[in-house]
Structures are given as C-alpha cells and as structure tokens.
C-alpha cells in the first residue's frame, strides 16, 4: 500500500487516494517514511524551507484529476 504526505488543502483528492488503498498523511504532520508528496502548486514554497531536499517525488495535484494523482502515485 503506497503512503502519501499531502497538503490539507486537497481534501477532496484525499478521500479518492483512500478509497483507492493509499494512506494519507498531512504533510505538516507527516512523520516515517512515504513514497511521495502531495502538493496543491499554489504555493511555491509549501514548507517555509527552500533548503530542504527530499529523496521521494513531489506530485504536484494542480491541474490533475484524482485518477492522474493516483496513476503518478503508482508510477514512483
């Protein structure tokens, strides 16, 4: 089961991701390890950190439908 940290603004795509079997987290809850991050694209700097490096891939949701998210989810 993909694991996701997700920005709180995407509620709507979050409810589709479960019903497809990933696990959701809040990004600025996020603790442990996930597969990739979630983010909304209105804010080019969602974490208030332009040092911060990530080893997992940033999905970034503006412009997909929640079965384009869910697909580059799989992809990773």
Do not use: C, F, H, W
Request: aromatic share 4%; proline share 4%.
């Amino acid at each position: 089961m993909p694991r996701v940290a997700m920005e709180q603004s995407l509620n709507y795509l979050k409810n589709y991701l479960i019903s497809q079997g990933v696990e959701v987290t809040d990004l600025n809850q996020q603790t442990g390890q996930v597969d990739a991050v979630i983010i909304s694209g209105q804010d080019k700097d969602v974490m208030g950190m332009e040092d911060i490096t990530s080893k997992v891939p940033v999905i970034n949701a503006r412009g997909l439908t929640p079965e384009e998210v869910y697909q580059a989810i799989n992809r990773q």
